[in-house]
């Protein structure tokens, strides 16, 4: 039988050869999801339900759309949903829908509360936060578009990000 030495010793070995493993294995230190493309989705969405989605047209480099899906959402409304993130690691996100009705607005914004409301891009948008502290904005537009801006990074970020709404153009 060993020794309590060599059992040390023995020991001693195997974690050398651990420590030599795990600094050989490289580590990731973030996870950088793959860019979308947005705008293909947006223009399908478009041209299949004839709704006049909007779209953000000029987001400097920096803002990645990271989401982006045409789906039937709740209560069978057909919305269109994207997220990007702002050079300084924020999201924003964009939900739309023709005629939402009072369940699809409050699933978009997970329980958020008005708090207020601004006026941005010539329409007036009601505030609500939520209890992580994200901020919404949602208005309706003239043809009932139903338009829900969410942002981790705060107002300005809403405000930076509906000043660059327009029409999305439906795919050819």
């Given at each position: ?20 493993l ?25 041209k299949?339900s ?20 045409f ?25 739309q829908?023709?005629?939402a009705?009072p ?7 997970t ?5 207020g ?22 208005s ?9 801006v969410?942002?981790?990074?705060g ?18």
């Amino acid at each position: 039988m060993g020794s309590g030495a060599n059992m040390a010793r023995s020991l001693l070995v195997v974690l050398a050869l651990v420590a030599g493993l795990i600094a050989l294995v490289p580590r990731v230190d973030s996870v950088r999801q793959p860019a979308v493309d947005a705008a293909s989705v947006v223009s399908y969405a478009v041209k299949d339900s004839g709704t006049p989605f909007s779209f953000p047209a000029g987001l400097p480099s920096g803002w990645t759309a990271t989401s982006a899906r045409f789906a039937t959402s709740t209560d069978s409304r057909p919305t269109w949903q994207a997220g990007w993130t702002t050079p300084a690691g924020q999201f924003v996100g964009l939900r739309q829908t023709v005629d939402a009705t009072p369940a699809w607005v409050t699933t978009g914004i997970t329980g958020g509360k008005v708090t207020g409301s601004a006026e941005v891009a010539g329409r007036t948008w009601e505030i609500r936060t939520d209890e992580r502290n994200q901020l919404y904005a949602v208005s309706v537009s003239a043809d009932k578009l139903t338009t829900v801006v969410s942002a981790t990074g705060g107002m300005d970020d809403i405000r930076y990000f509906i000043e660059r709404l327009e029409p999305a153009k439906a795919a050819s």
